[in-house]
């Protein structure tokens, strides 16, 4: 969507998070004198900026009844599309995004990466090859800064590294120069009406993109290679798992850009792990910790398994219900040497019950808490020295936690508090 389609259009931003204020801002200093509609399901939204001008405010249970008086909608990813007041709204062609806004107006090179598990990983790494090489990348999206004020000062020679969800993708009409699509497994099963759904909004990445741009994809995820037989872009095929993924993708990139093999590599040992992705957190008592907090799924525990090995006898599962299928995370864990479950509402208990199922006869310790500082002092006492104890829930966080963050840092928080005061590091 171009600034010109905006320019004498009344305009609602609804959702008034991050992004949204984000968006408030922009709309404020390329639009002063309009005024600008704000619609939250919150009646504390307008402390977010009390001293806002101009600013017509739409808050409280009632705030979608606002739609019918706007033109254009300014929707942040958080808000549910199948809400009927948005469907309904987006029928009539009302409803557009940051990220569409941001597209339809960017001079620069977009650089989008997406894909259900590896995007902030891949979205990093990318970023730190750039800018060895020293282009002018800047990294945005979920993991960096909100777009739109980024348009004021953008020019041409400017690459925008884009972490993009199924959420920002949803009803995207353009596709980024160069795409990077990881993988696709089952996931958002409580905000999309079916998997179906799901991939195909993620398949936006790719599906309005030229001959001149490229596709770099995961030619051993059979969804992402069905999708990719149908891009119109240069394909670069690579393959991995999880960590291994994301190195390849990111060196794809890098080679795109014509960087030199030594940088690339220069950058990629120099690159940190991010937080909450099977980070190590150190030796408590004899025993050590990972945090993988990141894992919202059960292929990623199952990953995380598999790269711990047969150590691990204490794990921390379950979490918020998007109604995924645990039974493969099940087989797994009976496969195991695991020994303690500590598992946490609501899908824990939905773990549990898949492994019983598959196996009478219970090998296991199973603790149901309600707490991380309650879990954390089990694992302690149930948990053998030179043993490993896993957070990596394959659940979302939402049934306890405001998400993966607070989850992470609570668990490395009463890990160090009640484990001991030096800290033993080593490699795992």
């Not at 389609?5 to 968006?23: S, V, Y």
């Not at 009539?92 to 339809?104: A, N, P």
């Not at 909100?146 to 590294?161: E, F, M, Q, T």
């Not at 299928?325 to 797994?332: D, G, I, Q």
Request: proline share 4%.
């Amino acid at each position: 969507m171009r600034f010109e389609e905006l320019k004498n259009k009344r305009i609602l931003i609804l959702g008034f998070g991050r992004e949204g204020i984000d968006t408030f801002k922009f709309l404020r200093k390329v639009f002063p004198k309009k005024i600008l509609g704000v619609g939250d399901r919150s009646e504390n939204a307008k402390c977010q900026m009390p001293n806002a001008k101009k600013v017509k405010w739409h808050l409280g249970k009632n705030y979608l009844k606002a739609l019918k008086y706007y033109d254009i909608i300014i929707k942040s990813p958080g808000i549910p599309i199948h809400l009927p007041e948005i469907e309904k709204t987006q029928k009539l062609g009302k409803i557009t995004s940051q990220t569409e806004i941001f597209f339809g107006n960017c001079p620069g090179k977009i650089v989008g990466i997406t894909g259900t598990k590896g995007k902030s990983t891949t979205t990093a790494l990318i970023y730190k090859i750039l800018k060895e090489e020293g282009l002018k990348a800047h990294l945005v999206g979920n993991i960096g800064k909100p777009v739109l004020n980024l348009l004021l000062s953008a020019r041409p020679k400017d690459i925008y590294v884009y972490e993009l969800s199924s959420h920002q993708l949803y009803n995207l009409k353009q596709s980024p120069q160069i795409a990077v699509f990881l993988n696709i497994y089952p996931e958002h099963l409580d905000y999309y009406k079916n998997f179906n759904e799901y991939a195909l909004t993620k398949a936006n990445i790719t599906k309005y993109q030229t001959k001149r741009d490229f596709l770099v994809f995961n030619f051993q995820d059979k969804l992402v290679k069905e999708i990719a037989q149908k891009s119109k872009a240069k394909k670069v095929p690579i393959k991995g798992k999880f960590y291994s993924l994301n190195i390849a993708a990111a060196m794809a990139v890098g080679k795109i850009f014509e960087i030199s093999e030594k940088k690339i590599k220069k950058a990629v040992k120099n690159f940190k792990p991010l937080p909450h992705r099977l980070e190590y957190v150190g030796i408590f008592k004899g025993i050590k910790f990972y945090n993988d907090a990141l894992s919202t799924i059960p292929e990623t525990t199952i990953a995380a398994l598999n790269d711990l090995g047969n150590n691990v006898e204490t794990v921390f599962l379950g979490g918020f219900d998007r109604r995924l299928n645990f039974k493969n995370l099940a087989k797994r864990i009976l496969k195991s040497k695991i020994k303690n479950l500590i598992l946490f509402p609501t899908t824990g208990e939905n773990i549990w019950r898949e492994i019983i199922s598959l196996k009478s006869k219970n090998p296991f310790r199973a603790f149901l808490v309600q707490n991380m500082k309650d879990g954390v002092k089990l694992a302690f006492e149930h948990t053998r020295k030179g043993k490993i104890c896993l957070l990596s829930c394959a659940s979302p966080s939402f049934s306890l936690f405001r998400n993966y963050k607070e989850k992470g840092n609570l668990f490395k928080k009463y890990v160090r508090k009640q484990g001991e005061s030096k800290i033993h590091r080593s490699s795992k």
